[in-house]
């Protein structure tokens, strides 16, 4: 996940705006936040541990000036929740000095970092995300060109933004894993990972960037480039069953129209006996919507949803993802002797949906039957979700029965491949599946890498990874 945010304005406090950029992205990553400004010649970085409005204050952003911004939230996939992999990352080379924020993963980071330590270069993260920085600083040749060069040496997922140069640039991977979109607030360009960053700011959304497409903004100025050939397109579809915020709009498709779709050929497909339909909020709200739309039971809260506690999906720590179940949510008295129908998005390790069916038996239910707006997850991702090694998915070695057995549910159905792609209004050539099917778009490392793997194989390592430097904070 991750969300990333770019700005460049002449007269505009750039820091502010990103600060507010970033809380309409905050869905897309809560371990870490940061904000990186050009001034002068001067980048300066503040990131930190937490959410926006634990690492920022009012002091602190009176202290980032600059006429450039970028800002980031992080959702680990390589590396782990520390200090030292918060973004953006700010990488002086031999060419230029730059700072980047990244959603995505790449597939070929381990190669990337050998030959980068096999030519003296030393990293202090063990995010992949320096690896892009480190290749963009050290390149020869106009910031355009290099990143051109440093864009056909990754392979896997990348929507990045970064200032180098006075400039504001934005790039997407060849296939367009992760979004990436280009507004535009009066005079002044921003970019940012979905539409409703661009609301919260007041900018009007001109486009998505294409795979394979480098934009860059120097004052006024936008130019675009392709970058690097595209290839078959792959948007991830789980943008759209989970990840996106419901009031996005991506590569032309309403977010929260696509979930209610989902949910009504859900009740087409997988019809249920049932007194009321209750969503797992917030995921799962618009599908059960759909779902008792088409089904005609009615709609009811059955779950009141803590609102002050992290989406558990995204906990890095199995134990505390567990544990935030019943921080997060409890029943309402209405499910006592009604048969529930619960719709979620999606059935992920299985442990959330275990302890909701427990809670809701637990309040009185007399049955409980859940409906899952996407087909099986079945495959680990490779392109900057946290899907587990196939091991940990709970659908990846059971049957449908087996999975109902261990949840605890009266029924269970997921909606199938076809319904969910009839439900994007958009071809299956345009996305990535491979969460859902095991048919990748792209060569994938033979094992499932850990997240961990950096950290595990290269702390203390000669060339590898030296420990982190101290926090840069802004200037007063």
Known sequence: MCGVFGIHSRDRDVARLAYFGLFALQHRGQESAGIAVWERGRVTALRDMGLVAQVFSEEKLRGLHGDVAIGHTRYSTTGSARWANA???????????????????????????????????????????????????????????????????????????????????????????????????????????????????????????????????????????????????????????????????????????????????????????????????????????????ASGIPFNEGLIKNRYVARTFIEPDQYLREQGVRLKFNPLPDVSGRRVVVVDDSIVRGSTMRQIVAMLFEAGADEVHVRISCPAVVSPCFYGVDIADESDLIAGHRTLEEVREHIGASSLAYLSLEGLQDATSLPATAFCRACLTGSYPTSIPRRTPSKLSFERALVGAAGGVTPPAAPVRPRS
């Not at 909020?281 to 779902?291: L, N, Q, R, V």
């Open 87 to 293: 973004q953006p990352l700010v990488q002086h080379g031999r060419a230029r000095t730059v700072a980047i924020a990244h959603n995505g993963n790449l597939t070929n980071a381990a190669e990337l970092r050998r030959e980068l330590a096999d030519d003296g270069v030393k990293l202090g993260s063990t995010s992949d995300t320096e690896v892009i920085a480190a290749l963009l600083a050290r390149q020869e040749g106009s910031v355009e060109e290099a990143t051109a060069h440093t864009m056909a040496q990754l392979e896997g997922a990348y929507s990045v933004v970064a200032l180098a140069e006075g400039k504001l640039l934005g790039f997407r991977d060849p296939h367009g894993f992760r979004p990436l979109c280009l507004g535009r607030l009066d005079g002044d360009w921003v970019l940012a990972s979905e539409s409703c960053s661009l609301d919260l700011v007041g900018a009007d959304l001109v486009r998505e960037l294409a795979p394979g497409e480098l934009v860059t903004v120097d004052g006024g100025d936008l130019e675009a480039f392709p970058a690097v050939p595209q290839r078959r397109a792959a948007r991830c579809i789980f943008e759209l069953v989970y990840l996106a915020r419901p009031d996005s709009c991506l590569d032309g498709v309403e977010v929260h129209g696509t979930r209610v779709r989902m949910g009504e050929r859900l009740a087409r497909e997988a019809p249920a006996t049932g007194d009321l339909v209750m969503p797992v909020p917030d995921s799962g709200t618009p599908a059960a919507i759909g779902f008792a739309r």
